[in-house]
């Protein structure tokens, strides 16, 4: 009867130290036989793998729902003539992205038979961003320009929407109408590649977190 009464008395443990215990074993490392250095680096792989996947800093901009849908292109390329093939490599290189980026490349997709004025407007009304490869031909053409205002009126504070790019162009020949836009300085062409396919990526993504914001 006495040892009977000793184990009815014995405290239990705390939810505290379950926790703690809990905790522990969950986050042992799966081969006893990995060194401390190994463990460690994959811990910070983990950590990583675990911030990259949050809702937060990772946004499905290719579901159903996106609205990202609700316009016909993801971004429209303005450009000179005298551009074509610099503008031809650039939108290979964002159409072959895992996101495959929808681009509006005029001498390829503008309907043939159409107005210029009239394509040029349909196109920056229907992308989201507008890159402007801004070149000494760029700044000569008034084709160019005009398509430059269509975007500005469109976007008046930009939001992202707008990437200048600057190439062979000193920065006090750099429009007047861009001063309060930050612009991409080609040097590198991969790295300005890149540049603008992240830049097309942060505001799709903010577009969408904004959306399900809305919803919520």
């Known amino acids: 009867a006495g040892w009977f009464r000793r184990l009815l008395q014995k405290p239990k443990p705390s939810s505290v130290e379950t926790l703690k215990s809990s905790h522990s074993s969950s ?19 983990l950590a990583t793998s675990s911030i990259s996947l949050s809702p937060v800093s990772a946004v499905d901009i290719s579901a159903s729902d996106s609205p990202r849908w609700d316009k ?3 971004v ?25 980026f929808r681009c509006f490349l005029q001498l390829r997709d503008a309907v043939a038979g159409s107005a210029v004025v009239t394509e040029l407007c349909d196109a920056v ?11 000494p031909s760029f700044l ?15 976007a008046p504070m930009a939001n ?21 836009i930050y612009y991409i300085y080609m040097a590198l062409k991969e790295k300005s590649f ?18 399900t914001k809305t919803m919520e």
Request: with cysteine; aromatic share 6%.
């Open 27 to 45: 986050s042992s490392p799966s081969s006893s036989s990995s060194s401390s250095k190994s463990s460690s680096s994959s811990g910070t792989s």
């Open 72 to 74: 016909t292109y993801d």
């Open 76 to 100: 429209c390329i303005c450009h000179s003539e005298g551009d074509v093939g610099l503008v031809e490599e650039l939108v290979s290189y964002l159409e072959s992205q895992p996101e495959s």
């Open 125 to 135: 009304q229907n992308s989201h961003c507008w890159v402007m490869l801004i070149t």
């Open 140 to 154: 000569q053409d008034p084709w160019c320009r005009y398509q430059m205002h269509q975007a500005l009126a469109e």
């Open 160 to 180: 992202g929407r707008t990437i200048p790019v600057l190439k062979d162009v000193d920065r006090k020949d750099y429009p007047r109408e861009l001063r309060n």
């Open 194 to 211: 890149r540049q603008i396919r992240d830049t097309v990526m942060r505001y799709l993504q903010e577009l969408c977190r904004s959306s």
